[in-house]
Nanobody, 130 residues
Framework: QVVVAESGGGFVQAGGSLRLSCTVS????????MGWFRQAPGQERERVSC????????YYSKSVMGRFTISRDNNKDTLDLQMTNLNPTDTGTYYC???????????????????????WGQGTQVSVSS
């Protein structure tokens, strides 16, 4: 059974920082891409940042570029998201997703939103006050 688990969410004031972590277990292989997505109340889920299957390449949405940093530890099967200079528009539930296969960072940020494949965590809440 594949389990994806996020942690690190919380409440922060505008301008503050948070670090999210994602761990994955139960995968049968070691070739997979990972990414972060978020969903604000009443909004559709959107991409935030993703890494390729190798972990060496990253994609950032325009809204977070320059403020968020994604990092992957292949040895530990973890994916972190360092978030700085947070603002109220960053509020939402943050989800980690995993796609098995040699996906690029772009496909990782696109495919899970369009197709019912991959594995998702339960999400972690991030709340930013003004």
């Amino acid at each position: 059974q594949v389990v994806v688990a996020e942690s690190g969410g919380g409440f922060v004031q505008a301008g503050g920082s948070l670090r999210l972590s994602c761990t994955v277990s139960g995968l049968t292989g070691d070739v997979y891409a990972m990414g972060w997505f978020r969903q604000a109340p009443g909004q559709e889920r959107e991409r935030v940042s993703c890494t390729s299957w190798s972990g060496r390449d990253a994609y950032y949405s325009k809204s977070v570029m320059g403020r968020f940093t994604i990092s992957r530890d292949n040895n530990k099967d973890t994916l972190d998201l360092q978030m700085t200079n947070l603002n109220p528009t960053d509020t939402g539930t943050y989800y980690c997703a995993v796609l098995q296969g040699r996906y690029t960072e772009y496909d990782m940020c696109r495919i899970p939103l369009r197709q019912n494949i991959g594995f998702w965590g339960q999400g972690t809440q991030v709340s930013v006050s003004s």
